[in-house]
């Protein structure tokens, strides 16, 4: 599975982006698909997920309320809805992919920066 991510830019605080994540190779519909962020200087940290069939969205509490997870099978791509952004949202965006029966994520695209300013 090749994965895409677009839609990041410069936003101010309070704003809102959707990021997309297109996927290639494979059909997502099988698959868990996940958001994660990289501020600089900071570890690589979770956002979001929803797992294969959609039944279930998880999100870190750091986002919760204010990010959505979604998913077009139809279009193979994954979203996130970001909305009420706040500074600290800084960070490059990366789009996983994973089975669902294991918890190591297996597929990853190359990122996309997400700016807020104040």
Same mark, same amino acid.
């Given at each position: 599975?090749?994965?895409?991510?677009?839609?990041?830019?410069?936003v101010q605080a309070g704003g809102s982006l959707r990021l997309?994540?297109?996927?290639?190779?494979?059909?997502?519909?099988?698959?868990?698909?996940?958001?994660?962020?990289?501020?600089?200087? +900071?570890? *690589?940290?979770?956002?979001? @997920?929803?797992?294969?069939?959609?039944?279930?969205?998880?999100?870190? /509490? &750091?986002? +919760?309320? *204010?990010?959505?997870?979604? @998913?077009?099978?139809?279009?193979?791509?994954?979203?996130?809805?970001? /909305? &009420?952004? +706040?500074?600290?949202?800084?960070?490059?965006?990366?789009?996983?992919?994973?089975?669902?029966?294991?918890?190591?994520?297996?597929?990853?695209?190359?990122?996309?920066?997400?700016?807020?300013?104040?």
């Amino acid at each position: 599975v090749q994965l895409v991510e677009s839609g990041g830019g410069l936003v101010q605080a309070g704003g809102s982006l959707r990021l997309s994540c297109a996927a290639s190779g494979r059909t997502l519909n099988t698959y868990d698909m996940g958001w994660f962020r990289q501020a600089p200087g +900071k570890e *690589r940290e979770f956002v979001a @997920r929803m797992v294969w069939n959609g039944a279930k969205t998880y999100y870190a /509490d &750091s986002v +919760k309320g *204010r990010f959505t997870i979604s @998913r077009d099978n139809a279009k193979n791509t994954a979203y996130l809805q970001m /909305d &009420s952004l +706040k500074a600290e949202d800084t960070a490059v965006y990366y789009c996983a992919a994973r089975h669902p029966l294991v918890t190591v994520w297996d597929y990853w695209g190359q990122g996309t920066q997400v700016t807020v300013s104040l």
